[in-house]
């Protein structure tokens, strides 16, 4: 049974992916009597049916060689979204190199069956592999039903039971909520800080559920007290302090129960989760590491959302308002990485909180349910998983064309744009989009500019820091309207971290403000290049200074040797592509947080931080530059200074860096030097007249070639 469309067939669903309609047309007079049958002419057809149906396929027959991608490329995205491990691939193909065939197991395809084939066995091995598949799917009915089951009741009485103390306490229904929020946010970013703390998903999952009773001791405390408008006298703050100790005593004395971990995590947070990083919380006055993260998480969650909430006793404060008053220690003192945390994740939190929760929280039991199937190796996705994936599909496809927003997911590889429906329909494009960069309408759309900006932005993001927002002109149906971009870059696990793409949404923008505030940001981009230009990037390399005096920091300039015979001998346009294509190069060899700019003409800047040695980060860079572009040799020379050379004065920076390339110049080109004594004022050398050169004042310096 399969659901396409969102109706339920009462037959199982064969994809056929062959670019010969012969080919497709002898299968589906073989299966279609038993199957129904989907047919996709190309590779490209084949993933967007796979992405549009997803588990509702029941196999994949697949064929190698095919138009714009091949059956490995259909494999790859299969595996990188893992709907191999729901979805048996069976190839038939004519290519039967044992290369080929191997290279087809590894990537986790079922059978492989060669051309000319008997169709008695295809048809046998068809049957098999879907009954196998299917007997794994029903297999698993139970333990998925159970365990879905337990986490919808788990959730539900600790919603109840905290409600109460929240309606008792006159507080807002989404406290409890904002409290989950608010402390898996910070769990998370936290793991990304210190790796002590990076729980695994089943533990952060169950401190957020904890979280919701922080205050069930409150239940035993007198209205009068608890809900007194005014501020309180010594001795009722006394009687509402002995709520942590209460909450702590309830879940104690429970006649069963006390090994769960939910037990134990709760009882942690109903107890501590008041005591402050100095020492001078309660009930116990525990100091610093004593406190138990969890404790420490859930209690600057609750402040923040006590601070940004209405009470009895209080208005609400302003989000910023709320942070200042944290960070400059006001409600208590915290942990200082959990200070950090709320830094780096200040501009997020109210687009979190602000978010649907009823999503949220389905989408977190639909995580604890796959991380617990995860654990029986030997099942597969069950009947009943298929129809909540079904339902979660159904909610995100709804809400996101209720929302009106153009929501995307980009993938490096393969190159591949997602589109939402919505998103799809109003730009006029198919909802999966093949190498985006080299797709002539999303060029006419956007441009290649806006394309190329959006692209260093979200590159130049870090795993700490993933988000970007950038405003933009985007032409539809002719007309052109300003939008707004806001992305967040994917990053892998892996040390170093590998971006591996970004999701996001793209919204109109009808604030007149906002528009002219989207004219100054494409002022701080170099149209044709999408690098920052030399006015932006000194700006920022200027605050990165003001704000890291003492940082480890380098600036290189740098230009292409003999850029003037490639406009000469292939014209400007050849020269345009040049300069782009050395973009796209310097784009890659940086890290994100490094500063990448296009002075002017063919010259370039980069300004970075390094640990141990600059030499080794520029040495890297250097030679990811040189190479070839449509058979024109391209090498560069680079004068690169560090800010324990000349201070953090970003003219000093930027004149010592030119020196030094100056000096490059002189040597021979295709070569990147430090700045040193030896050059001081080496660029005065040029007669401000008739600019002949004259030899330099000092030549007797070291080379400096590193």
């Not at 059978?111 to 698993?140: C, G, M, W």
């Not at 929020?181 to 904890?210: M, N, V």
Request: charged fraction near 25%.
């Amino acid at each position: 049974m399969s659901f396409i469309n969102g109706k339920k067939s009462p037959r199982q669903t064969i994809l056929i992916a062959d670019d010969s309609e012969m080919n497709r047309s002898i299968l589906t007079d073989m299966l279609g009597d038993e199957y129904e049958i989907m047919e996709a002419e190309n590779g490209v057809e084949a993933v967007s049916i796979l992405q549009k149906y997803g588990n509702a396929i029941s196999l994949l027959l697949l064929d190698i060689v095919m138009p714009e991608m091949d059956g490995f490329g259909v494999l790859n995205v299969m595996n990188k979204h893992r709907w191999i491990e729901d979805i048996p691939v069976i190839v038939i193909s004519a290519e039967t190199a044992s290369t080929h065939v191997e290279r087809a197991y590894e990537l986790g395809v079922t059978e492989f069956i060669s051309r000319p084939f008997d169709a008695l066995i295809l048809h046998r091995r068809v049957v098999n592999t879907i009954l196998l598949y299917a007997k794994q799917k029903k297999l698993i009915d139970l333990v998925t039903d159970q365990i879905y089951e337990k986490e919808q009741q788990s959730g539900l009485m600790v919603d109840i039971l905290s409600h109460i103390v929240e309606f008792r306490n006159g507080e807002s229904g989404q406290h409890v909520l904002h409290i989950r929020t608010l402390t898996e946010l910070l769990l998370k970013h936290l793991g990304h800080i210190d790796s002590k703390y990076q729980f695994p998903r089943s533990e952060i999952s169950l401190i957020c559920t904890a979280s919701a009773l922080h205050d069930i001791g409150k239940i035993a405390i007198p209205g009068e007290v608890l809900n007194k408008p005014g501020r309180l006298t010594d001795e009722e703050f006394e009687i509402m302090k002995k709520h942590t100790l209460i909450g702590a005593e309830m879940l104690k004395a429970l006649p069963m129960h006390q090994e769960e971990p939910l037990v134990k995590k709760a009882y942690e947070i109903c107890r501590w989760h008041h005591e402050r990083y100095d020492g001078r919380g309660y009930p116990d006055g525990l100091k610093g590491e004593e406190i138990p993260v969890s404790a420490q998480v859930v209690a600057l969650a609750d402040v923040y959302d006590a601070l940004t909430s209405e009470r009895v006793y209080k208005k609400a404060f302003t989000h910023d308002v709320a942070i200042q008053m944290i960070l400059e220690g006001k409600c208590g003192q915290f942990n200082p990485m959990l200070m950090e945390c709320l830094r780096e994740i200040e501009s997020v939190l109210q687009e979190e909180l602000q978010g649907d929760s009823d999503v949220r929280t389905s989408m977190r039991q639909m995580q604890n349910v796959a991380e617990e199937l995860l654990h029986h190796e030997e099942l597969s996705a069950s009947e009943r998983t298929l129809q909540l994936l079904e339902h979660e599909r159904m909610k995100y496809r709804f809400y996101a064309d209720m929302s009106e927003e153009i929501q995307f997911e980009y993938t490096v590889a393969p190159s591949m744009v997602t589109l939402s429906a919505y998103g799809a329909r109003k730009l006029g494009l198919d909802e999966i989009l093949m190498d985006p960069h080299n797709n002539e309408k999303v060029q006419e759309m956007m441009g290649t500019g806006t394309l190329r900006a959006i692209s260093n932005e979200l590159r130049g993001t870090t795993p700490e820091h993933p988000q970007v927002k950038y405003d933009h002109e985007v032409c539809i149906n002719g007309e052109k309207r300003w939008m707004r971009t806001i992305g967040r870059a994917m990053w892998s696990a892996d040390e170093p971290p590998r971006y591996m793409g970004a999701i996001g949404k793209t919204t109109d923008i009808h604030d007149e403000r906002t528009r002219i505030d989207a004219l100054v940001q494409m002022a701080s981009h170099d149209s044709m290049t999408g690098l920052f230009n030399h006015n932006y990037a000194k700006e920022r390399i200027r605050e990165r200074l003001q704000n890291r005096p003492n940082g480890k920091f380098a600036l290189a300039i740098f230009d292409l040797d003999h850029f003037k015979s490639a406009n000469d001998n292939y014209g400007h346009m050849f020269g345009d592509k040049v300069l782009i294509h050395m973009a796209e190069r310097l784009r890659r060899s940086i890290r994100g947080g490094d500063i990448a700019a296009r002075v002017g003409g063919d010259e370039f800047l980069i300004f970075l931080e390094y640990k141990e040695e600059a030499e080794t980060a520029i040495q890297r860079i250097f030679t990811s530059l040189e190479g070839t572009f449509e058979d024109f040799q391209i090498s560069v020379s680079m004068g690169v200074v560090r800010t324990d050379m000349v201070g953090i004065d970003y003219d000093e920076l930027f004149h010592a860096a030119d020196q030094a390339l100056y000096a490059v110049k002189r040597s021979g080109r295709g070569k990147y030097r430090f700045y040193d004594d030896s050059m001081y004022g080496m660029l005065s050398v040029i007669s401000p007249i008739d600019g002949s050169e004259e030899k330099p004042a000092d030549q007797t310096g070291e080379r400096g070639m590193l």
